[in-house]
C-alpha cells in the first residue's frame, strides 16, 4: 500500500529539506524563474502555489503565516503587494514546470519552475546596472607580480 508515502524525501533530512524550499520559494518569488532539477521542481510547484493563496488573504494572521514559511520581509512584501494583486483572478495554477534537458555530469533531469505571467525584468534583480563613462580610454591595467628571490 501506498499510504503516508506523499512526497519525495530527495535524499535528504527533514531538516536540510526544509531548508531547501525555504530558500527555492525565496529565489523563485525573487526571481519568478529558477532551473532545478525536475524532482525538485515537482515538489515546490504545490508549495508555491499555497503561497500566493495564502497571499491572496489580506490579513494579518496570513501575513504571519508566510513570514514563518518563508522567513524573509522581501518576500512576504511582494507576495502581499505584487503577486497576489497579479493572480486575483486566478483561482489556482500559479506556476509551470518546463522539463529543460539534462544536466551535464551526472545525467540529472533538469526543469524551469516559473510564474504563470511572471515579470520578465525580475530576473535582472540583483544584476549590477552598467555605468558608461565618457573616458572609456582609461582602462586599468593589472600591475605586474614581483619576481620572488
Do not use: C, W
Not at 20 to 39: D, R, V
Not at 72 to 82: L, N, P
Request: aromatic content about 6%; overall charge positive.
Amino acid at each position: 500500500m501506498r499510504h503516508g508515502l506523499g512526497y519525495r524525501k530527495l535524499n535528504k533530512t527533514s531538516e536540510h529539506r526544509k531548508a531547501l524550499f525555504k530558500n527555492m520559494l525565496n529565489s523563485l518569488i525573487k526571481y519568478e524563474q529558477i532551473i532545478t532539477t525536475l524532482p525538485k521542481a515537482k515538489e515546490l510547484k504545490p508549495q508555491i502555489d499555497k503561497v500566493i493563496t495564502i497571499g491572496k488573504d489580506k490579513n494579518l494572521s496570513s501575513k504571519k503565516r508566510l513570514f514563518s514559511k518563508l522567513q524573509d520581509k522581501k518576500s512576504v512584501t511582494k507576495v502581499f503587494e505584487e503577486l497576489s494583486k497579479r493572480y486575483s483572478s486566478r483561482k489556482g495554477g500559479y506556476s509551470r514546470v518546463l522539463k529543460a534537458g539534462f544536466r551535464t555530469g551526472d545525467d540529472a533531469p533538469m526543469a524551469v519552475i516559473e510564474l504563470v505571467d511572471r515579470n520578465p525584468e525580475a530576473k535582472k534583480v540583483d544584476k549590477p546596472k552598467k555605468i558608461e563613462t565618457k573616458d572609456k580610454k582609461k582602462e586599468v591595467q593589472p600591475e605586474p607580480k614581483a619576481a620572488s628571490k
